[in-house]
Every structure is written in structure tokens, then in C-alpha cells.
Nanobody
Framework: QVQLVETGGGSVQAGGSLRLSCAAS????????MGWFRQAPGKEREFVAA????????YYADSVKGRFTISRDNDKNWVYLQLNSLKPEDTGVYYC?????????????????WGQGTQVTVSS
């Protein structure tokens, strides 16, 4: 049974930073790409960032490029999302997801396991 548990959300002012963490268990972590998605109130869930099985390749949505950084610790089965220079439009529930294979992807169908989400609120 795969489990993904996100932590690290919270409320910050614009310009601030947060670090989200996701603990993965249930299958061999190093065989799967990982991603982060978010959902703002009244909007559809959208892609934020992804990395391949090793973390050596990463991919970001244009809206977060240069501000957010995805990384992973394959010894501890964790994936992280560092959020810097936060804006009010970054507000939403952030979800960790585990991919169907080694690579990275930006589409929902490329992921088959999801965490429960963690709330990020950015005030102006």
C-alpha cells in the first residue's frame, strides 16, 4: 500500500518562504518519478513541479520557475518542494504525487498515487 504524506504547509506573507515535505512508503521509492501539484479554491488542480527517479532531472510550471525547487532524498524516501518569493496566487492545497515510472511528467495520468494535501496560504 503506497502512502504519501505531505507536511510543511502554513500561512505566510507575500515574499516569504515555505518548505513542503512528502514522505513516501509502500514501494521502491527510487524507481519512480515524483511531482507536486496544487489546487486553488474554485480552480482545477494544476502541475507545479516534477523530478525523475534520481532527482537529476526536474521540470517546473512557468508560473513557479525560478521561485520553487523540487528535490528528493532517496535514502530517506522523501521529496521536497522549496517555495520562495511566494505570491498570493500561490495559495492552494499542495499535493505530492508518485509517478507510474522512472521519468518526470506534468500530466495527471502520469501519476497513480497522491497524498492528502497540505494547505499553503499567502497573504498580500
Amino acid at each position: 500500500q503506497v502512502q504519501l504524506v505531505e507536511t510543511g504547509g502554513g500561512s505566510v506573507q507575500a515574499g516569504g518562504s515555505l518548505r513542503l515535505s512528502c514522505a513516501a512508503s509502500g514501494r521502491t521509492f527510487t524507481q519512480y518519478g515524483m511531482g507536486w501539484f496544487r489546487q486553488a479554491p474554485g480552480k482545477e488542480r494544476e502541475f507545479v513541479a516534477a523530478c525523475n527517479f534520481s532527482g537529476g532531472r526536474t521540470y517546473y510550471a512557468d508560473s513557479v520557475k525560478g521561485r520553487f525547487t523540487i528535490s528528493r532524498d532517496n535514502d530517506k524516501n522523501w521529496v521536497y518542494l522549496q517555495l520562495n518569493s511566494l505570491k498570493p496566487e500561490d495559495t492552494g492545497v499542495y499535493y505530492c504525487a508518485q509517478g507510474r515510472g522512472y521519468g518526470l511528467g506534468s500530466q495527471f495520468y502520469e501519476y497513480n498515487y497522491w497524498g492528502q494535501g497540505t494547505q499553503v496560504t499567502v497573504s498580500s
